[in-house]
Nanobody, 126 residues
Framework: QVQLVESGGGLVQAGGSLRLSCAAS????????MAWFRQVPGKEREFVAA????????YYTDSVQGRFTISRDNAKNTVYLEMNSLKPEDTAVYYCAADSRIMVATMRRLVEYDYWGQGTQVTVSS
């Protein structure tokens, strides 16, 4: 019921910044949780950040706290991930995810999300 398309990935030097976008279509996002995950080849996909669409409440994994900011634009049905002070270990494919029935206690779990984008590559050089 929700289609997600990511964009904004690319190559950046360590210490630089990127802003990822995830455009949603198919229905309104009121009541949804939107999240960003990332994955390195051979590794498990891991939680990065999430936002409650209606309230705007934000949640982050420890490794990006203070460097990344997740936000949303209601009019555009789009969620963003602003990434600052990037490190080589941030290199990964970043995926947007969404679902309507996720509690705070479970929003970091991959299996809780039904809707996923195709991913966008972020590469941080040293």
């Amino acid at each position: 019921q929700v289609q997600l398309v990511e964009s904004g990935g690319g190559l950046v030097q360590a210490g630089g910044s990127l802003r990822l976008s995830c455009a949603a279509s198919g229905r309104t996002l009121s009541g949804y949780t939107m999240a960003w995950f990332r994955q390195v080849p051979g590794k498990e996909r891991e939680f990065v950040a999430a936002i409650r669409w209606s309230s705007g409440s934000r949640y982050y994994t420890d490794s990006v706290q203070g460097r990344f900011t997740i936000s949303r634009d209601n009019a555009k049905n789009t969620v963003y991930l602003e990434m600052n002070s990037l490190k080589p270990e941030d290199t990964a494919v970043y995926y947007c995810a969404a679902d309507s029935r996720i509690m705070v206690a479970t929003m970091r779990r991959l299996v809780e999300y039904d809707y996923w984008g195709q991913g966008t590559q972020v590469t941080v050089s040293s």
